[in-house]
């Protein structure tokens, strides 16, 4: 029988994980079966503890239920205690282990698919809620010279400024307070472009050279994408890569093969555009 492995969400219909995961089973010879799984919101536990009687041996979580599984993990990795939440699960001898991998996602895609090292580069981090706390002990691995955090409610921001002060020197503020700063990567981890909102972001913050990033994406721009663009960030990207990139960790954490994904972040690229 086929290893059994699902990502659960709410709603989880449109999830591009089960065609991701078989296709990197695919191209590296692995075994396995990948599921969409919808939980009812506040059942996350039940549903996960169903799905480990019928044999599962991990799973990727999504919105809403980041949080449910780090709480319900019996061990994290250092990734997941540092990001609060978990979106990759493993179950092994009564064990469940919560990992995150959705910041390595992010740094590789930046890093490798965009060509952009951050050593030594002003990074501006956009949000201050479960998305953006989830990535900033991996950005912060990669030696940047700055690290800032700007956020609609202030306080926010500069609670999870405070919180990574250990690592290195981390700040946080409201978008007003941006003003007269350039930052060579700005990244978009504010739920705003779900709403098709932009963000008060005041002009000239885009370096020259810089790499705008938003963590959603969706057919064509999304408004951070559009408005990085039209104030002259040299280079503008959206969260397709790093979806791809957090399965392929996954992937690696549950079968120590790391496969490739340039293939698949293009199929699905097509499929966006199409
Ligand atoms: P997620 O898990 O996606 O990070 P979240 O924890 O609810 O979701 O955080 C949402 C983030 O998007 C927050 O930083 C939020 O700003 P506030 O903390 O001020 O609420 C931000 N956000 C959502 N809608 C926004 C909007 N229209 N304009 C600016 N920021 C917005």
Redesign the pocket.
């Known amino acids: 029988m086929s290893d059994l492995y699902a990502v659960f969400g709410n709603p989880i219909a449109h999830s591009k994980s089960p065609q991701i995961h078989a296709a990197f089973a695919t191209a590296s010879g692995q075994d396995l079966v990948y599921e969409a799984r919808l939980a009812p919101v506040g059942e996350f536990a039940p549903a996960v503890a169903e799905f480990v009687a019928a044999g599962g041996k991990g799973a990727n979580v999504t919105v809403p239920f980041k949080e449910d599984a780090y709480r319900l993990a019996t061990r994290l990795s250092e990734r997941a205690a540092r990001a609060g939440a978990v979106n990759t699960l493993s179950f092994a001898a009564g064990e469940i282990v919560g990992d995150n991998t959705d910041g390595a996602g992010l740094v590789r895609d930046i890093t490798h698919n965009l060509h952009t090292p951050l050593a030594g580069k002003r990074i501006l981090l956009l ?6 706390r989830g990535v900033i002990a991996p950005l912060l691995a990669g030696q940047p010279v700055s690290l800032h955090i700007a ?3 202030a306080d ?1 921001a500069e609670a999870l400024a405070a919180a990574f002060s250990d690592m290195a020197a981390v700040h946080g503020g409201n978008y007003e307070k941006l003003s007269g700063q350039q930052f060579d990567l700005i990244i978009n ?4 472009s779900l ?1 098709g ?1 932009s ?1 008060p972001l005041p002009v000239g913050l885009f370096a020259p050279g810089s790499l705008a990033y938003d963590m959603m994406y969706g057919k064509g721009d999304t408004p951070f994408m559009a408005l990085a663009r039209a104030q002259g960030a040299a280079q503008v990207a959206d969260g397709l890569g790093m979806l791809v990139e957090q399965a392929a960790e996954a992937f690696f954490v549950w079968r120590g093969v790391r496969p490739e994904t340039a293939g698949v972040l293009a199929q699905l690229r097509a499929a966006l555009a199409g």
């Open positions: 949000g201050a809620g479960g998305a953006a956020n609609r409610t926010k981890a504010t739920s705003a709403a909102a963000l």
